[in-house]
């Protein structure tokens, strides 16, 4: 399994995407990273490197300011563009990025290309729940104007993700809504709740946003406004909350003393909502497996993002499995 790291992309590159690079060679012998990227910068930090990692050099980056399609169409030999072009001539099985998220979803577009039959691609990242199976929820970046249809092929993606990739059977589909009742939303959402209950999937209607963490779906569906709001907005709460709770166990003494005494409990909490533990969004819909990291991704996080294209590719083809179920409707 060769998997490509853009090595020049996100908020802490190439530092964190080199360091998560050697933490998951060390840990998974039955992978090849390809670091793909200036050469002159990563080297030194590749210390002891283990004979799974791999330098391909670029010269250009794609910035965070960067216009999505003018950078991936002008910028060659950008390390993004490189990395996807790699995944689009097989010599690499999946690519991970930090940077710029349009200019990831327009390398998948433009350089790897959609899987048949799908019409646009979504950003499918896992997020947490108290029952610990999470919840795939998509689209949560890709497109923000989705369709009708483009929601219902969102649902078929997630459930053949679920189901090879986690080995679920049935996996529980719900839209995300304002409220449980099958009349209640916008537009859209009325137009696709008929569709998806004549989709070939489990689906088990509307819920809100309030109760996706309670785990009571598998996946998750929405279009990208409304779900790029809930994913920002779970990672502030997130923030805010275990902030709070520091600044509290730390007021004095007998805090102190109070937040030894928890911390364990505390910790394992911490760990389940931490986005850095659950790896990256998958751009489910293009020929190949591609996942966007966060941008202010560490090594931890560039680490969990490996696993997971580990995960997708363990599997077999994931890629010809949705393009199986897309094109038999």
Not at 179 to 195: I, R, Y
Request: hydrophobic share 45%; proline share 4%.
């Amino acid at each position: 399994m060769r998997i490509a790291i853009d090595a020049m992309g996100g908020d802490h590159a190439p530092e964190s995407n080199v360091e998560g690079a050697l933490l998951a060679a060390r840990e998974w012998n039955d992978i090849d990273i390809i670091l793909v990227g200036d050469e002159t910068r990563i080297l030194p930090l590749l210390k002891d490197k283990p004979p799974n990692i791999h330098i391909h050099h670029t010269t250009e980056v794609i910035l965070a300011d960067d216009e999505p399609v003018k950078a991936v169409r002008r910028k060659k030999d950008a390390s993004m563009v490189v990395a996807g072009r790699l995944v689009k001539e097989r010599e690499a099985d999946a690519m991970i990025s930090s940077g710029n998220t349009g200019a990831l979803m327009a390398t998948g577009l433009l350089i790897i290309g959609r899987i048949e039959g799908v019409e646009r691609p979504a950003l499918a990242p896992m997020l947490p729940s108290s029952d610990g199976r999470g919840v795939l929820a998509l689209d949560l970046g890709a497109n923000m104007d989705a369709e009708p249809q483009h929601l219902v092929q969102y649902a078929i993606m997630g459930r053949v993700y679920r189901e090879l990739v986690h080995g679920m059977s049935n996996p529980r589909i719900a839209l995300l809504n304002v409220g449980t009742e099958e009349m209640k939303g916008n537009e859209l959402t009325k137009a696709v709740f008929p569709l998806l209950q004549q989709a070939p999937i489990h689906f088990i209607g509307n819920v809100e946003a309030r109760d996706v963490l309670e785990g009571n779906c598998d996946v998750l569906i929405c279009d990208a406004f409304v779900g790029n709001i809930l994913l920002k907005a779970f990672e502030g709460a997130s923030s805010t909350i275990f902030s709070a709770i520091k600044k509290e166990f730390t007021r004095n003494f007998l805090t102190k003393i109070a937040a030894a005494i928890v911390a364990p409990g505390l910790r394992k909490f911490k760990n389940k909502m931490d986005y850095r533990e659950h790896g990256g969004a998958l751009l489910l819909g293009v020929n190949g497996v591609c996942i966007k990291s966060h941008g202010s991704s560490d090594a931890t996080a560039i680490k969990s993002s490996v696993r997971q294209a580990r995960d997708a590719l363990r599997v077999g083809s994931l890629v010809g499995a949705i393009s199986a179920e897309i094109n038999r409707r």
